[in-house]
């Protein structure tokens, strides 16, 4: 079983920036890729990006440029950097990852507020 913790979100003004993270315990040596998705209210769940074991990233089209997907394998720990905040982006932020043997993950996420 892999555990995924979530934090750093908050509130912030257009324009600013936030720093999230993905903390993972448990049966760390398990996981592969891992990814942060988002769902603001009354819409579906998105993908923002996604990275893998080796450190390949994909970004969703409305983030790229402005958001950096990372992990530190040595501290288990994946972060999302966000820069460049727009109000659209305002939104539940989900932590996922993905085992070798096929299990999913997911955090119980974080709420990212940005104001106009």
């Known amino acids: 079983q892999v555990q995924l913790v979530e934090s750093g979100g908050g509130l912030v003004q257009a324009g600013g920036s936030l720093r999230l993270s993905c903390a993972a315990t448990?049966?760390?040596?398990?996981?592969?890729?891992m990814a942060w998705l988002r769902q603001a209210p009354g819409k579906q769940r998105e993908l923002v990006a996604d990275?893998?074991?080796?450190?390949?990233?994909t970004y969703g089209d409305s983030v790229k440029g402005r958001f950096t997907i990372s992990r530190d394998n040595a501290k288990n720990t994946m972060y999302l950097q966000m820069n460049s905040l727009k109000p659209e982006d305002t939104a539940v932020y989900y932590c996922?990852?993905?085992?070798?043997?096929?299990?999913?993950?997911w955090g119980k996420g974080t709420l990212v507020t940005v104001s106009s």
């Open positions: 996922y990852a993905t085992s070798y043997s096929g299990m999913a993950y």
């Open positions: 448990g049966s760390i040596f398990s996981i592969g890729a």
């Open positions: 990275i893998t074991s080796g450190g390949s990233t």
